[in-house]
């Protein structure tokens, strides 16, 4: 079975507001919105899309055609499985040694993609591409309240890979 993808919210973010600025690189958001019609290997989370429609800008724009022209792959974090996996997720929060109560409180708000991410990856089988760096949990003197996504995905099995594993994968060329 070949690699799937599943996009974190940074991944749009950063390349927009520093080096992959539309204005300085057009081509590199050419090159992705043509992987996106391309291939059927990339997904989207819902909660991504939300958190990126928040904002007032260009990449909100670029966001919503693709999304208006079915060009882009968007699942539901309601999806039955996913919920049953998030509920693994949060409980490995809840009962880990590594993670505080306020860990686990940020994670489940509402809108915080992270959990569902990993949770959409753990029960679809995909590489979560995504900017953080795993924590050194095994190193840590006391528990922490920020858990990455990295880290609580290594967890279950997931790969995480960055934006520029993914475009070697789809040879995005700039």
């Given at each position: 079975m070949s690699e799937k993808y599943l996009l974190d919210t940074n991944v749009f973010l950063t390349p927009?507001?520093?080096?992959?600025?539309?204005d300085i690189v057009p081509s590199f958001w050419e090159a992705l919105e043509e992987?996106?019609?391309?291939?059927?290997?990339?997904?989207?989370?819902d909660l991504v899309i939300d958190e990126i429609l928040k904002?007032?800008?260009g990449l909100k724009t670029w966001i919503q055609n693709l999304w208006d022209q079915h060009e882009i792959q968007i699942i539901s974090h309601s999806d039955v499985k996913i919920i049953e996996s998030y509920g693994q997720v949060m409980r490995y929060l809840q009962e880990s040694p590594?993670?505080?109560d306020r860990a686990l409180r940020n994670w489940a708000k509402d809108n915080i993609a992270d959990?569902?991410?990993?949770?959409?990856?753990?029960?679809?089988?995909?590489?979560?591409?995504?900017?953080?760096?795993?924590?050194?949990?095994?190193?840590?003197?006391?528990p922490t309240s920020r858990p990455k996504?990295?880290?609580?995905?290594?967890?279950?099995?997931?790969?995480?890979?960055?934006?520029?594993?993914?475009?070697?994968?789809m040879g995005i060329k700039i």
């Open positions: 927009y507001e520093s080096y992959y600025a539309p992987v996106f019609i391309k291939s059927n290997s990339i997904a989207v989370l904002g007032e800008d590594y993670y505080t959990p569902w991410l990993i949770a959409t990856a753990n029960a679809y089988e995909y590489t979560i591409i995504t900017f953080e760096v795993p924590s050194g949990i095994i190193d840590i003197k006391s996504i990295p880290t609580v995905g290594k967890h279950f099995g997931i790969t995480c890979q960055n934006l520029y594993y993914f475009m070697r994968k």
